[in-house]
Nanobody, 120 residues
Framework: QVQLVESGGGSVQAGGSLRLSCVVSGYTFSSYCMGWFRQAPGKEREGVATVDTDDNTMYADSVKGRFTISQDNDKRTVWLRMNTLKPDDTATYYC??????????????WGKGTLVTISS
């Protein structure tokens, strides 16, 4: 059973930084895409950043240059480093995983989320 556990959320002021972590266990497929997605109150869930087995990364335009996704295959951990945070980044951040796509609709496995709150 695939499990994803996020950590690292919290409350910071605008301009600050946070690093989210996602520890994955239980998967057996040889290729995958993992990503961070977020959902703000009253808004739809959206993609933030993804990384695949070959370390190819993708970012939403709204976070390019500020957020960095990385992974450690041995530790089965994915991180999201978030710099220059803005109030618009306030959301619950979810870690997710798929064996065949990096698109939100194809993510099969999800963590429970970690809340990030940015104050102005």
């Amino acid at each position: 059973q695939v499990q994803l556990v996020e950590s690292g959320g919290g409350s910071v002021q605008a301009g600050g930084s946070l690093r989210l972590s996602c520890v994955v266990s239980g998967y057996t497929f040889s290729s995958y895409c993992m990503g961070w997605f977020r959902q703000a109150p009253g808004k739809e869930r959206e993609g933030v950043a993804t990384v695949d087995t070959d370390d190819n990364t993708m970012y939403a335009d709204s976070v390019k240059g500020r957020f960095t996704i990385s992974q450690d295959n041995d530790k089965r951990t994915v991180w999201l480093r978030m710099n220059t945070l803005k109030p618009d980044d306030t959301a619950t951040y979810y870690c997710a995983m798929s064996s065949w796509t990096c698109r939100l609709f194809g993510m099969r496995y999800w963590g429970k989320g970690t809340l990030v709150t940015i104050s102005s």
